[in-house]
């Protein structure tokens, strides 16, 4: 079966400094991932997503993702924090079928 | 193209009534989702469709209903409201399921039950 775990629900960092938002995933099969970031009183809007083309994806907005199937892990990182970026993200797993499993969200904080 | 709609963005039931929420999406997609978000929780499954015509109950579909009639639109209702179905409600569509294909969400639907 596959799950989403997000470490961390809230997540404060300084404007400029570094971004990091962890999510870990199991999966009997080879995965698929994606993180979303939902802004207040908005629906999700797609970060990245993994596609195996490639284990660093780049996304909008300068985040990008690393999957280390090693540790299992998708975690989110932007090197420079901005205030536009306080919002909730989530990190969603999908084997391929109609499922989407998302983890329980990371609210990110960044102060001025 | 508008993407993903729903109707209406807010409600307020009573405990007993019953309501509606209308999804419409433009882009042709095959699969549409109905989840509900509440704090700490993330989204959840309520039901989703794989096609017209097709529905399937997900991770929580007690009190639920849906009906997608035609591709483009798939309709949530609620039969007898209760409180424990306060929530924002979201609708998204994908094309081809997780492979591949990322999931488009509308704007949400915050229902309030008293």
């Known amino acids: 079966a596959q799950s989403v775990t997000q470490l961390g629900s809230h997540v404060s960092v300084s404007e400029g400094a570094l971004v990091l938002l962890r999510c870990n995933y199991s999966?009997?099969?080879?995965?698929?991932l994606f993180w979303y970031v939902q802004y207040p009183n908005q629906g999700l809007q797609l970060l990245l997503k993994?596609?195996?083309?490639?284990?660093l994806v780049k996304g909008i907005n300068g985040f990008e993702a690393e999957f280390k199937k090693s540790e299992t892990s998708f975690h989110l990182t932007k090197p420079s924090a901005h205030m536009s970026d306080a919002a909730e993200y989530f990190c969603?797993?999908?084997?391929?079928?109609?499922?989407?499993?998302f983890g329980t969200g990371t609210r990110l904080k960044v102060l001025a | 193209n508008a993407g993903v709609t729903q109707t209406p963005k807010f409600r307020v039931l009573k405990t007993g009534q019953s309501m509606t929420l209308l999804c419409a999406q433009d882009?042709?997609?095959?699969?549409m989702y109905w989840y509900r978000q509440d704090p700490g929780m993330g989204l959840r499954l309520i039901h989703y469709?794989?096609?017209?015509?097709?529905?399937a109950k997900g991770e929580v579909p007690d009190g639920y209903n849906v009906s997608r009639l035609k591709k483009q639109n798939f309709l949530l209702g609620l039969e007898s409201a209760a409180p424990s179905q306060t929530s924002v409600y979201f609708c998204?569509?994908?094309?081809?399921?997780?492979?591949?294909?990322?999931?488009?969400f509308g704007p949400g639907t915050r229902l309030t039950v008293l």
């Open positions: 998204a569509s994908s094309q081809s399921g997780g492979l591949w294909g990322e999931q488009f």
């Open positions: 999966s009997s099969v080879p995965p698929y």
């Open positions: 993994y596609t195996s083309a490639a284990t």
């Open positions: 969603a797993v999908s084997p391929g079928t109609y499922k989407y499993i």
């Open positions: 882009m042709n997609h095959e699969y």
């Open positions: 469709s794989v096609g017209e015509g097709t529905t």
